[in-house]
């Protein structure tokens, strides 16, 4: 079956760096976008940083310049690396897999992983 899993979450201090990666089992990798969200307490799971088949990478404003996600088709494993970290990047944080439209069985949802930032 299809499985996301998400690890390197942890406690870090303000100004440090996780790298977070999302191994994909079940699915052909190279027809997936992957896209890493995550959601603090009380809030809406948002999205944070998305990267194409090809490796085009997009990012939400609050991250720029200090998260990098990438991908190796040949681990099926995508990667969030996350610098300069703050307190506000606190969250729960999900890898999706997004599917090319032609491709059957639709989008897929990691576990999460929590990331704990302390000021």
């Known amino acids: 079956q299809v499985q996301l899993v998400e690890s390197g979450g942890g406690l870090v201090q303000a100004g440090g760096s996780l790298r977070l990666s999302c191994v994909a089992s079940?699915?052909?990798?190279?027809?997936?976008?992957i896209d890493w969200y995550r959601q603090a307490p009380g809030k809406q799971r948002e999205l944070v940083a998305s990267?194409?088949?090809?490796?085009?990478?997009n990012y939400e404003d609050s991250v720029k310049g200090r998260f990098t996600i990438s991908r190796d088709s040949a681990k099926k494993t995508a990667y969030l690396q996350m610098n300069s970290l703050k307190p506000e990047d606190t969250a729960v944080y999900y890898c999706?897999?997004?599917?090319?439209?032609?491709?059957?069985?639709?989008?897929?949802w990691g576990q999460g992983t929590q990331v704990t930032v302390s000021s």
């Open positions: 999706k897999a997004e599917p090319l439209p032609w491709v059957p069985g639709g989008r897929y």
């Open positions: 079940g699915i052909t990798f190279n027809l997936y976008a």
């Open positions: 990267i194409s088949r090809v490796g085009s990478a």
